[in-house]
């Protein structure tokens, strides 16, 4: 476990706008959509530079430094009126896609993904997944 993760964010499935970004932040501008990507804590969120094999890998969940240092300073949740969050844990929602339809990006990776793992590990096989990058499309 995570001793850090103390905090308790009601509702971490959402999307916004971005009302202000810090003085690093070169990715994002006001106004933009964003949905939030409920991650671990792993180097780029802690900015932990150099980041460790895994996180170099995108493997984000692997993190050697999950319970290194400390978290960024996210405030807020899904039922507040604002948010706070680090730049590594939200992505550009293109026009295209209605705030409904973002919040689900989330979990409908995940479950593709878990549903998927599931069913070919259970029979022996390697496989590579090859899908469109979905947070991020």
């Given at each position: 476990a995570f001793p850090e993760l103390s905090?308790?964010?009601l509702g971490h499935e959402m999307c916004g706008k971005v009302v202000e970004t810090g003085s690093k932040?070169?990715?994002f501008q006001v106004g933009d959509r964003v949905v939030f990507q409920h991650l671990l804590?792993?180097?780029?969120?802690?900015e932990?530079?150099?980041p460790c094999a895994h996180c170099q890998a995108g493997n984000y969940a692997l993190c050697e430094n999950q319970s290194e240092g400390t978290l960024p300073s996210n405030t807020g949740g899904?039922?507040?009126e604002f948010f706070m969050a680090h730049s590594s844990q939200i992505v550009k929602i293109p026009s295209q896609i209605s705030?409904?339809?973002a919040v689900l990006i989330e979990p409908t990776a995940v479950t593709f993904f878990m549903r998927f793992y599931e069913k070919y590990r259970s029979q022996g096989m390697t496989y590579?997944?090859?899908?469109p990058e979905l947070l991020g499309c």
């Open positions: 905090r308790v964010f932040v070169d990715k804590p792993d180097c780029s969120n802690k932990i530079d150099p899904g039922w507040s705030d409904e339809e590579s997944l090859l899908v």
